[in-house]
């Protein structure tokens, strides 16, 4: 049986991305693909294994906040109205060497 081929913009319609998405994906490696008379063509098999772990996290799967979060750290004083926060702030509030 042949393989089937797709173009970039069909392999983005498949998974339910941007075709920008999916030259990123090539770029990284997260996505085989071989030029085929001059043109980009990826492994339908392959889209169809990339499809299972583009689904949406589950809201369960998502660790809480906590009051200790360095997020609230750094929102707070943002919103205090002083200088909002740096670099160096953000390395320190998320344990960072720099």
Do not use: N, Y
């Not at 998974?15 to 090539?26: A, D, I, N, Q, Y």
């Not at 339908?44 to 996290?57: D, F, I, M, Y």
């Amino acid at each position: 049986m042949a393989a089937r081929w797709l173009t970039p913009a069909e392999a983005a319609r498949k998974l339910g991305v941007s075709e920008s998405t999916v030259w990123r994906f090539l770029r990284r490696e997260q996505l085989p693909s071989v030029k085929l008379g001059g043109r980009r063509r990826i492994p339908a098999s392959a889209v169809g294994q990339l499809v299972r772990p583009l689904r949406p996290v589950k809201a369960e799967d998502i660790p809480p906040l906590t009051l200790e979060s360095p997020l609230f750290a750094l929102a707070g004083r943002f919103r205090s109205r002083t200088a909002g926060p740096g670099a160096s702030d953000k390395h320190r509030h998320l344990g960072a060497k720099h």
